[in-house]
Structures are given as structure tokens and as C-alpha cells.
């Protein structure tokens, strides 16, 4: 186990009716003028964002309101928030959507409060500052685990290029988390946060830590909590009880209590940003097509982690004359359930052809030794090898 | 699943020296003058003390200490704290040991701003304040959880009566937690402490909660990770790996994370309190020897879950044409485990005769409708029966 840091100070309020208590949150975090920033027209439609207004009114919370986030989160988008932060004298920003619309609004609690140009922090011009505005969020789309996580991405569309940062000041305050909001959310957009709350595990699970016991356990059970009632939302979406468990397991999958005393491994997630970058597929969309390359490419790196993640995630009996076939089993099970919630697991599947394989490996966002990834450190040549397996419809 | 709120805002910092971190997180927490509150002489003699002065000394931080705290904190003790604190204008109490140090470090910062006797808030004659100076920790003996809890449990010895309270102003502000500080820890306290933690977590576990899958599959695998490193640290008490396994379930085990969405029990707790607060054990012997008794008493309220902890966490192969065997296989593969580890399972192992049943069956604290648990609401009569199973050596 390695040394680590744990502080997830987001307060969770979970459970019906919990967008009803935003206005008494932000009073007791002491925002003076919120900024309530939202998605699309589905939250005025749904009646959500009147509840939330209704919430703040009755708390006697001034604000302001913003929408019209695409998924995501684009750089201009931040630059106007911020902008309207400061021209509104904003205190506090309360998220209402999924994770775009949090980290949109991340982003801007920091920028707002930075001299330069927010995208500083993303490019590696400026180091991420200390400091942000609060944020609490009203979550309506389960995948991202930025309700609860200290990370943020935003794409900068001018240069085609989606950047991450992670740093505690951006943690939420709070976040209401309401299944009944997640009834609505189509099969498509559903299995996206499905596939995308795994990822956040499984970058997690694979480590070249020994003796992180606790955090496997939790990791494979948050797993097969999420394999097991995926079907149930896709055949009813408005089960309450199989939603609240995918919720939940979204915002525990990207808190980082999954990830106390490891070190994960997060290529796929650079990989997968390139995607974005070029293709705007959706995210979860994207890591169920690198995901499984990424896994087949680096299986042979520790076969035993492989076979474990096999057995106690999807079930498979253990060959022990043919570990490395057991281990596959497993990753060929991973796919089997992505394909069985409607996801793709080719580009072939995204509409994403071969042709530009080798710009993305180019630009996948490099540590300073030119690698990326940390169970095994890969060079973009790597990369590019597995771009090509996710390629390859008949791997 | 039952809608909840979760905020654990502890700062953990885990590894080897965390300790020499603590001035410099009491600087980040604020601290002005902060008293240093430790256990008996042996944090003295290993040089933690020592070490802790000087990571305050060289953060520029002003301290007093005192020592002597004894297992099940009294209630004499938390009100000298109490006195010390205002006479000194003590702002912020860092507790140096395990959960009776932390136990009544909490209860003196809550008591120092009541104008009250303490005692008040545990007895009921007082609502608990919503306010409390902040605690820090340096862990010692993982086991109570109060490390990253909203709890505490203070014994009047006068009355005889020991008594819990949870209150979110009492969770610590951090904890320090190096593995290496429980390598001297004796056999008898490690085991006491592994109890203990196993408690924490099957009080929340049964429940009649349905669908609250993924704290099941994490309450399964702390479960299972602690009895796995049991015997590792029980054989090489320097095992760093397995101390450490052990060092963050407790943690995890009781600052609620395993409580989500769930209605824990508790009445083992209260059943314990009494043989506490009568003879003086270890808490974490008293469970080992009152928590059997009580899932055999309660078993067949829900034969399924029962049937569930059997197999996830002991690898029971249920019987399908007797599920009630299956069911108690658990329970006697939970007593198996004790003793393996030198626990009592039985009253004679505490030397406790049958004698004063009726008293501490009496004494249970029960709620306002004159019962105690939630997976069973029990009576007085049924305490008692339970009191006799744990008295029993041929059941």
C-alpha cells in the first residue's frame, strides 16, 4: 500500500426530493449570490430547475441562472461563466446536470478568482490555483463521479484538444443526488455513465500495488453492483431502487476512497480524451471501445491482477493450466456487457474509421518522460498499437 | 434503499511517519494553542509523544499535553480535559492513541462550550450542541473507528453506565494514521481491535434494508480483508502490509460509508455497553462474546441475508433444502474465527458469571417505545436471552 491522502468533505444528501434542499445547503455554506448554472432545455422542461429555484427562494438565496451546456464542456462556455461571475459578483455555483455541466462550473469557480486565461491551468501554463468558489451540484446524469470527485475536464474546441485536472479545492461542497432525476435519461446516455463509473474502477484496479487489498474488494463490488442492476434500469428506467444503486456507485467510483493507497493507472482516459477531442463521441461511449484494447494490450504485464479481476468481477473459473486464457475470459466477459447495454466496442462502432490513428497517438497527453499510464508506462508507439486493436473488428 | 445524508470531511493521511505531519496540518486547520492529549506511559516510552512535540515545535505551534487516559474513557477524566481546556484556552485537541484517547478528547471539545456538566448530553438531559472545538488524531490502535467517526462512547463510573453519542461536530478534523505505531501492539488489544472493526461493520450490514447492494458488497469485503490480514498480523505483529490492511478498514469500517442508504442494528453495541460498564472488559471482547449470541437469537428474521454474510464473507456453500443450517454456519464459522484469534465467544471466557443477567438486561439503554435494535426490536426479555446464549457454553 502506498502512502496516501484521503479527504472527500463533499456532503452527500441522497435520496427523493433531495434537489428540494438546494437553498438550504447554500445557506448553510454561507453563499451570498449564487450562479445557478444547467444543462439543456430538459431540465426547464422536467420542472427541475423550478424546483431548485423554488428551493432557493424559499431559503431567501439570491441568484442568477445560466444553461445551454452541450456535452462535453467547452472552453468558451467557462470563459462566459466566468465573466458572468464576476459581472454578478457570483459567490457560490450550484451545478444542475451531469458531469459537463459540473465541470464547467468547476472550471469557472476557479478561473473567476485567476487573473489569466482559465485555460492556463489545463495547458500547463500556470499551476492550478489553490483557491475556487464553492460549487454544490443537483446531479442528473450518473457517470462522470464529479458530484463528488476533486477533477475536472474541459475541451478547449479550438485546438481540439480535452485536458483534466484534479485538485482538492474543486471538490463539491455539496451534492443532492435524487434517482427519480435519472428516470428520464435515455438507454444511450444511461449506459455512457455505466460504462464511464467502471472506468473510474477499473483505472483504479489496475495497479502494480501489492497488498491493496480493501480497495480491490470494494472495487469488485462496486462492479458487479453496477453489472447487476444495468440491466434492471435498461429494462425499466424508472426501477428507483437500481437507479439509487447506479448513483451511488458513480459518485463512490470517482470520490477516490477506490483509489486510497494505490496508484491507478488512467491511459485509457488519455486515450479515450483524444476521441472526444477529434471525433465529440460521448466519453463512456469512448472508454468501452479503449477500454478492452487497453486491456488486452497490457493483460500480459500481470496475468494474476487479470485472472483476479476475472474471477471476482464476471465469475470465471480460474484455468490454472492457462492463466493468461482465464485473464482474457475476463476482458472478453467486459466487452460481452458493454455490447449487452448497447455500447460499442470497435471504433468501427463510434463511425470512427483508421485514418487518423496515428495524429491521435501523436498528441495523447504525455507525462515528462513521454509516456503515459502508470501499470505499464506507454509510449505513443503503444498507443498507437492500441488504437489499432480498438480498430480491429476481428481482434 | 433509505435516503440519507453522508459528509465524512475527515482528513486522513496514511503511511509510514504520518505522525511528523501533525503541525503542519494544525497549522492548516487553524490551531492556535492545542493540547496534546495522550493514553498511558507508552507513547511516552516509543518516542511518539516526542516526535508529535516536535512536528508542533517546528510547525511554530503552541501546545500543552496531558496524559493517563485508561481503556473505556471516564467520564472524570473528560471533565479534568474540560477544566484544563478552559484554564489553558485551548482551541483545538489533538488526541495521541485509539479510541478511548479520541473518545474523550471529542467529548471535552464539545463539553469545553457548555456551560453544563458533559454528562448532560450522554444522559439525555441535554441536546447535544452543534458546535465543538475541532480533534485531530494520531492513531494508535485501530479498532474503534473514532479515528473518522461522528461517535463517541464515555463511561460514568459512578453509575456504572456507559454511554454513545453521534454528532457530526465531533468528527475529527484529520487523522494521522502510520501502520508502524500498531506494530508493538499487543495480540490480545490487535484482536480486540479487529472485533471491533468486524462489528462496526455487521451492525450496518443487518439490516432490513432491501437493495443496498453495493454497501453489501463492501461491508462483505472489509469483512473479508480483515480476517484475511487477522492471522498475518496475529503471526508477525511487523507486517507492515497487513497492519496497514487493517489500519484503514478500521477507519473505514465506522465513518459511515458502510452506513449509506442502510438502517444499522446496534443493538449488540448496547448489549456490550453493559458488560462494559458492570465488569470492566475490553469492548472488543465483549462483542466477540455478545454478537454471536445475538445473530443466533435473531437468525430467523431473515434466514436470506444470513445466508449471504455465510457465504460471501466465509464461504459457506449454501444448503438449498436447509437454508437455516447454511445460515448458522455463518454464525459458527464468525465464533471459529474469534477464537482463533484468542477471543472469548462465551461470558466464562470473559470470567463473567450468569448472576447478573437480569441486572444488565435492566440496564440495556432502549429507545423511547422500550426496545433496542433495528434489524429486531428487542425487548428487555429478549436481552436477556441473549445475555443467556453468551452465558451458555453448550449453546
Redesign the interface.
Known amino acids: 500500500?502506498?502512502?496516501?491522502?484521503?479527504?472527500?468533505?463533499?456532503?452527500?444528501?441522497?435520496?427523493?426530493g433531495?434537489e428540494k434542499k438546494a437553498g438550504e445547503l447554500l445557506k448553510k455554506y454561507g453563499a451570498k449570490r449564487t450562479l445557478i448554472h444547467y444543462g439543456g432545455r430538459s431540465a426547464e422542461k422536467s420542472g427541475l430547475l423550478s424546483r431548485v429555484e423554488e428551493s432557493l427562494s424559499d431559503a431567501g438565496m439570491e441568484y442568477t441562472t445560466l444553461g445551454g451546456v452541450q456535452p462535453n464542456p467547452r472552453l468558451s462556455l467557462v470563459r462566459r461563466l466566468i465573466t458572468l461571475c464576476r459581472e454578478e459578483r457570483i459567490d457560490f455555483i450550484l451545478a444542475v446536470g451531469g458531469g459537463s455541466v459540473i465541470d464547467s462550473a468547476k472550471a469557472a469557480a476557479a478561473g473567476a478568482l485567476y487573473d489569466g486565461d482559465v485555460w492556463d491551468f489545463f495547458c500547463g501554463k500556470a499551476a492550478f490555483p489553490k483557491i475556487a468558489m464553492p460549487v454544490g451540484t443537483v446531479l442528473t446524469i450518473p457517470a462522470a463521479g464529479s458530484e463528488g470527485s476533486d477533477s475536472m475536464v474541459i475541451t478547449n474546441e479550438e485546438e481540439e484538444l480535452k485536458r483534466g485536472v484534479s485538485i482538492q479545492c474543486i471538490r463539491p461542497a455539496?451534492s443532492l443526488l435524487n434517482p427519480e432525476l435519472t428516470f428520464t435519461l435515455p438507454a444511450y446516455q444511461t449506459a455512457c455513465g455505466i460504462v464511464d463509473m467502471m472506468a473510474h474502477t477499473m483505472e483504479r484496479y489496475f495497479t502494480n500495488e501489492?497488498?491493496v487489498?480493501?480497495t480491490?474488494?470494494?472495487c469488485?463490488?462496486?462492479l458487479?453492483?453496477v453489472i447487476?442492476?444495468a440491466p434492471k434500469v435498461m429494462e425499466n428506467p424508472c426501477d428507483y431502487?437500481?437507479r439509487?444503486?447506479i448513483m451511488?456507485?458513480g459518485a463512490?467510483a470517482h470520490n477516490n476512497?477506490l483509489g486510497?493507497?494505490r496508484v491507478g493507472d488512467w491511459a485509457s482516459h488519455q486515450l479515450e480524451h483524444e476521441l472526444t477531442g477529434l471525433y465529440d463521441v460521448a466519453h463512456g461511449a469512448g472508454l468501452a471501445v479503449v477500454m478492452p484494447a487497453w486491456m488486452k494490450y497490457v493483460l500480459r504485464h500481470d496475468v494474476a491482477r487479470f485472472c483476479q479481476f476475472a474471477e471476482r468481477v464476471f465469475d470465471v473459473q480460474a484455468d490454472y493450466f492457462d492463466m493468461e486464457a482465464s485473464a482474457f475470459e475476463g476482458v472478453r466477459r467486459l466487452e460481452q456487457f458493454f455490447t449487452s447495454i448497447g455500447m460499442p466496442t470497435r471504433l468501427s462502432g463510434l463511425s470512427i474509421g483508421n485514418d487518423r490513428l496515428e495524429e491521435m497517438a501523436r498528441k495523447v497527453r504525455l507525462q515528462p518522460d513521454g509516456k503515459v499510464g502508470n501499470f505499464v508506462r506507454l509510449t505513443p508507439d503503444d498507443c498507437l498499437e492500441i488504437y489499432r486493436l480498438a480498430g480491429d473488428a476481428k481482434q
Request: net charge negative.
Open positions: 500500500m502506498v502512502d496516501f491522502s484521503f479527504c472527500s468533505y463533499t456532503e452527500f444528501v441522497f435520496g427523493r433531495a455539496f501489492r497488498h487489498e480493501l480491490d474488494t470494494w469488485e463490488g462496486l458487479r453492483t447487476r442492476n431502487d437500481a439509487a444503486e451511488w456507485a463512490m476512497v486510497c493507497g
